[in-house]
């Protein structure tokens, strides 16, 4: 069911648009935020904006599946764009090397107006999208046949290690080492003291990191890294030393899991090996156990490091309310995974990594396209007692998705629920909050830390969803 209030804003569409009402699919329309959030740069977002005029396109239409068109480029040049909306992805003529470029988004704003009208493919797009299809079906069959391998030889862990035990083998001791060393450097600041940490160089850091990566430990080397910031950040702070033990402890308590892993159970060691730096491959993953349910979209983040963009993707099942994760990784100017849109729910079939907790996941069949919904709420303490579960589970757990309903923003930048509990925001612009929910209840949705809550997303009854 379309929530009211994007009903109400695609209605308005509707009566604007050029022969709206000559198809259905409009209330599956994206809204303008919902566009410019696929852009891979702000300035991206102001280029689609100068070509999203019907002026300078042409031969441009839609249907279910897709939206088309040529756009006039400089001098004499016609470029063809076209997007494919189940996904959605992108293919443009134009030589930009950003993705999606300011055509396919100028493409979609248009189409997300209402002034795109329907028709029938033209020869270039469809032979496109059939090409799109036949790929995503071979790609299916594969991982068909991969969950019939590994139906017959066992888990997909049991093969790799009877494929290739030496180098399995030589890669455990290889991180074995490294964790050791890794625990005395652990002891050693501890015993230097915390002070030190405030004035010295990176390299305190950079060093523990780097021998990490040459033991094959990526993922704590990532960790170390990022500690060196935590005495630095807003000229220390005064309660820097609380935060940079509690990292130093944390760490700890990996360090001694891993090397006593034999006594934990099983789901636990599979939590304590990717912690560390042990990966499945996507194949893995999905030949595996899969659960199906409609994922809301409740938010999206960004973050960069080591010139690599992540892209954060929180999902909750509609049905059984449970949460997930969907990661993926470009270079700076590369495209990331735009497929996912926030206020929208997919009805699809997840694959979670194995562990204690299991949060990060893949998508593996889509069984319809995205579209609107209203995000599943809940109290706050509802949230914590939630949140309360999981960290007993995977006590290295540094961030968890919320969705609250029917919160208020307070003076002391809070969010309080209906029955006084509060939850503190954390690097959320609380202007930004307060112009949208006109000082009234809201469903807000967001990545919560130790440091607090950081609003990604919010719904208004009224107006719909919007992106923080």
């Known amino acids: 069911m379309t929530p009211p209030g994007l009903a109400a804003a695609l209605g308005k569409a509707r009566e604007m648009s050029v022969g709206a009402d000559s198809f259905g699919f409009v209330s599956e329309r994206w809204g303008r935020e919902q566009v410019l959030g696929l852009a891979p740069d702000a300035s991206s977002s102001k280029a689609a904006a100068g070509v999203a005029k019907p002026a300078k396109w042409g031969g441009a239409g839609c249907d279910e599946q897709a939206v088309w068109g040529e756009c006039q480029g400089s001098g004499s040049s016609v470029y063809r764009a076209c997007v494919d909306l189940s996904e959605p992805a992108f293919r443009c003529s134009c030589p930009s090397r950003k993705f999606p470029c300011k055509h396919a988004l100028g493409l979609l704003l248009l189409w997300s107006d209402g002034v795109v009208p329907a028709g029938a493919q033209p020869g270039w797009a469809d032979e496109w999208l059939t090409q799109r299809q036949e790929k995503s079906q071979k790609v299916q069959e594969r991982r ?62 950079d060093d523990a990191a780097r021998r990490l990566v040459d033991a094959q430990a990526g993922a704590l080397a990532g960790q170390i890294k990022s500690l060196a910031a935590i005495p630095r950040h ?29 006594e934990l159970p099983e789901p636990l060691q599979e939590t304590v090996r990717a912690r560390v730096g042990f990966t499945m491959s996507q194949e893995e993953v999905l030949s595996g156990p899969t659960t199906r349910d409609r994922w809301y979209v409740t938010g999206i983040r960004d973050t960069e490091q080591d010139r690599l963009i992540t892209r954060r993707v929180w999902l909750r099942g509609l049905r059984a309310g449970r949460p997930a994760l969907v990661l993926s990784f470009a270079a700076p100017g590369r495209a990331l995974d735009a497929s996912l849109l926030v206020g929208t729910a997919l009805d699809a079939d997840l694959a979670f990594y194995p562990g204690a907790q299991p949060l990060r996941a893949l998508i593996g069949t889509r069984h319809a396209a995205p579209a609107p919904a209203a995000p599943p709420g809940s109290t706050v303490g509802d949230f914590l007692r939630e949140y309360a579960r999981a960290l ?3 006590p290295w757990l540094d961030r968890w998705p919320a969705v609250l309903e029917n919160v208020r923003l307070s003076r002391d930048r809070h969010l309080v629920d209906e029955h006084g509990d509060a939850l503190p925001l954390d690097a959320t612009d609380p202007w930004r909050l307060l112009a949208a929910s006109g000082g009234g209840p809201m469903t807000i949705a967001g990545e919560w830390s130790p440091r607090g809550l950081r609003a990604l997303s919010a719904w208004h009854d009224e107006e719909g969803v919007f992106f923080l």
Do not use: M
């Open 144 to 205: 068909e046949a991969a969950r019939a391998e590994n139906a017959v030889s066992g888990t997909a862990k049991e093969g790799l290690t009877k494929k290739d035990p030496k180098t399995a083998e030589r890669r455990e001791r290889r991180v074995d080492d490294g964790i050791d060393d890794l625990d005395r450097w652990l002891c050693d600041q501890i015993a230097h003291g915390l002070a030190q940490a405030e004035h010295a160089p990176y390299a305190l850091w």
């Open 234 to 262: 807003q000229g220390g702070g005064a309660g820097w030393p609380e935060r940079l033990l509690e990292e130093y402890a944390l760490l700890r308590l990996l360090t001694r899991a891993y090397q006593r892993r034999a």
């Open 392 to 394: 007993a589970l995977d």
